[in-house]
Nanobody, 125 residues
Framework: QVQLVESGGGLVQAGGSLRVSCAAS????????MGWFRQAPGKEREFVAAISGSGGTIHYAGSVKGRFTISRDNAKNTVYLQMNSLKPEDTAVYYC??????????????????WGQGTQVTVSS
């Protein structure tokens, strides 16, 4: 099992930027894909971005492409989500997740077995 701890959420004005981080436990971090998902009140959890173990393959949801950047530092066992040009509709709890059994990034939440506790991102208009 992988322990995941998110940090970096907060309140930001529309058009602003925020970076959230996710620190993972374990010694095999570079062997598996990581993903970011979000859930707004009253809505289902949705895919945001995912990255392969090496960082060479990345997928984004259409709603964030061009504004968000996912990256990882395997030496620090950490994955990041840089969020620029934030919109009020980006307001949600953001979760990182680990897909320990597959190295290539996938977009379905059901493929991820380990989840962090989430960090709140609020974008004011």
């Amino acid at each position: 099992q992988v322990q995941l701890v998110e940090s970096g959420g907060g309140l930001v004005q529309a058009g602003g930027s925020l970076r959230v981080s996710c620190a993972a436990s374990g010694r095999t971090f570079s062997n598996y894909a990581m993903g970011w998902f979000r859930q707004a009140p009253g809505k289902e959890r949705e895919f945001v971005a995912a990255i392969s173990g090496s960082g060479g393959t990345i997928h984004y949801a259409g709603s964030v492409k061009g504004r968000f950047t996912i990256s990882r530092d395997n030496a620090k066992n950490t994955v990041y989500l840089q969020m620029n040009s934030l919109k009020p509709e980006d307001t949600a709890v953001y979760y990182c997740a680990a897909d320990r059994f597959y190295n290539n990034p996938r977009t379905e939440a059901a493929n991820y077995g380990d989840w962090g506790q989430g960090t709140q991102v609020t974008v004011s208009s």
